[in-house]
């Protein structure tokens, strides 16, 4: 009995009903990996986390890991660093927005290998580009010109391979465990089935094992 990936694997409709603590979870996580003393430059995966939580709850719940990670950065940048806070920031704090919006519009509905990845892929770019471009135009350390600003760009690289790699692979990482989580429950379920062939065969209709698994829970 085969499966087809987009039809069955949608992350909103089981990850919203059976794993309605594992987004937060892992919020929570990134959030405590930025304020322990120990931060790999770059491998803490926000990204990878915000997508899964777009793809999991709902828009309205948002605030909640965008609270977070704003209250992180407001704390690491004036009372640990002891900088003040400028329009960067804000535009960290925009794109968190924007990462969650990329995760519900590529991963609300139909969940694949080449979604994941490439969401995945459009955070870190996206997000490596604008904002070593604020930075080149918000502080002083290059000059504005366009020498100035490739400069800025070729000194973030490693910490843009740092960042790349670990989003994606947690992304995948984190995909990967839920589906395969999800193929266990259903498999699971289906053992129970009577094994009458029309009631099999009405099972194992992606709609219609929604409908029954949500109808006995």
């Not at 003040?84 to 290998?113: E, K, P, Q």
């Not at 910490?159 to 670990?166: E, L």
């Not at 990967?176 to 259903?186: D, G, K, M, N, P």
Request: glycine share 6%; charged share 15%; with cysteine.
């Amino acid at each position: 009995m085969a499966y087809k990936d987009e039809t069955w694997f949608t992350m909103k409709r089981f990850g919203g009903k059976h794993l309605p603590v594992l987004p937060y979870i892992l919020i929570c996580g990134a959030v405590v990996l930025r304020l322990g003393s120990i931060r790999p430059y770059n491998l803490i995966p926000v990204f990878s986390c915000l997508l899964f939580f777009a793809a999991a709850r709902p828009l309205r719940e948002f605030v909640w890991p965008l609270s977070a990670l704003v209250s992180v950065d407001i704390v690491l940048t004036v009372h640990q660093y002891g900088y003040s806070l400028t329009a960067g920031h804000a535009v960290t704090w925009i794109w968190y927005l924007g990462v969650m919006f990329l995760g519900a519009a590529m991963l609300g509905n139909s969940i694949s290998t080449g979604r994941v990845l490439g969401s995945s892929l459009l955070a870190s770019v996206s997000f490596f580009a604008v904002s070593n471009f604020t930075v080149w135009a918000e502080w002083g350390m290059y000059p504005k010109t366009w020498g100035g600003l490739g400069s800025c760009y070729l000194a973030a690289l490693p910490f843009f391979r740092n960042s790349i790699i670990s989003e994606a692979v947690c992304s995948l990482a984190i995909f990967a465990i839920v589906r395969h989580s999800e193929w266990l429950v259903r498999k699971s379920s289906l053992r129970l089935i009577p094994a009458d062939s029309r009631e099999v065969e009405e099972w194992s209709n992606p709609k219609a094992f929604r409908t029954k698994v949500l109808a006995a829970m």
